[in-house]
Nanobody
């Protein structure tokens, strides 16, 4: 069974930094895409940054220049370095991945979410 586990959230002051990590585990044949979404209270879940297979990363306009997504393919891990954080970045951050397991159909997976709170 495929599982995504996030870590690295927390409370930080405006202008601070945090680094999120997401590890995909289980019987994985290939990871086709992997990235981060967030959902603030009362708002819809939105894309923050993501890799597609073989492609350059995509970023939400609101985080360009402040956030950087990176990955370690050998560890099935994706990271989100968040700098110059603002109160409007406060949200639950979710890892998302499009994965083909070894013995089941390709599917879309979500982590449990990690809270990021930026105080003003």
């Amino acid at each position: 069974q495929v599982q995504l586990v996030e870590s690295g959230g927390g409370l930080v002051q405006t202008g601070g930094s945090l680094r999120l990590s997401c590890v995909a585990s289980g019987s994985i044949f290939s990871i086709n895409a992997m990235g981060w979404y967030r959902q603030a209270p009362g708002k819809q879940r939105e894309l923050v940054a993501a890799f597609t297979r073989g492609g350059s990363p995509n970023y939400a306009d609101s985080v360009k220049g402040r956030f950087t997504i990176s990955r370690d393919n050998a560890k099935n891990t994706v990271y989100l370095q968040m700098n110059s954080l603002k109160p409007e970045d406060t949200a639950v951050y979710y890892c998302n991945a499009d994965i083909t397991p070894r013995s089941s159909p390709r599917g879309n997976y979500w982590g449990q979410g990690t809270q990021v709170t930026v105080s003003s």
